[in-house]
């Protein structure tokens, strides 16, 4: 892998693990498009280290929200937080998608991530004009939000459009729910990664013929692009809603689609 490809793959996982557009949907065809991964190169650790850039940008925007949660356990959004993350855990520990249906489902991903989107906008839209929406995130708020992080372990299925949209159709204001999912992307990023590092360990997968450099620039890539993309999310979520990210991902599966059928240039 060269500098720029892993410069490319951190921007661009920086970047749509916060917007809503499915990071690992976007990372898999631009893997197929540069050819990564082809030449018997393991990524599994680059991986992780992109995982571990995009968790720094959360704690570099969050952390006085994170030290808030540490000093006050009780009253913070911390007992939030657990119980949404429980369905992912358990998501992920009784279903394990093989990488032959990743690359089958990812084009159609795109759609169903369109479609949560709209839903998510129309259920809000409807919640404001009848104003009942809220700001502080209760107990309904983390149950749908973790049910919707427990689908999105479909690959390619946005993890934060889902998240973000189950939080807007449970009455929280577009604002906090986009907050609240980048909390809850902190044990998601970490439990990722630690999958990943146990496919490193523990079944023999091999750290990868990667150079320092390039798992260096994308981790660096991916901790930037990601600060940026969560600053930049919580000022349009608030100012366009879910609409025009759900026109986006209908847009990239329709291109792939008839890339896969008529073009047939990368054929994703």
Known sequence: MSELHAFVLGAVQGLTEFLPVSSSGHLL????????????????????????????AVFAV????????????????????????????????????????????????????SAVLVAGDFIGGWRRRRKSVHKRVNLQDSVAMGLMQAVAILPGLSRSGSTISAGV????????????SFLMSIPA???SAALELKHIVLDGAGAGNIGVLP??????????????????????????????????????????????????????
């Open 169 to 180: 159709a449970s009455g929280l204001t577009r604002r906090r729910a986009a907050d609240f």
């Open 189 to 191: 990023i970490l439990g």
């Open 62 to 113: 969050y952390w006085r929200r994170i030290w808030e949660m540490v000093l006050h356990p009780v009253k913070s959004d911390l007992k939030w937080l657990v119980i949404a993350t429980i369905p992912a855990v358990i998501a992920a520990l009784v279903i394990d998608f093989g990488d032959a249906f990743e690359g089958q489902f990812i084009i159609w991903s795109f759609y169903l991530t």
């Open 215 to 268: 798992m260096l620039i994308g981790m660096v890539a991916a901790a930037a692009f990601g600060f940026l993309a969560i600053k930049g999310m919580l000022q349009l979520i608030r100012r366009i809603g879910m609409k025009w990210f759900a026109l986006y991902t209908f847009l990239v599966g329709t291109f792939l689609l008839l890339d896969k059928y008529i073009l047939k240039i990368w054929m994703v």
């Open 29 to 56: 065809v631009l893997q197929k498009i540069f050819g990564i991964g082809a030449a018997g190169e393991n990524l599994l650790l680059i991986d992780i280290l992109l995982h571990i850039g995009t968790l720094a």
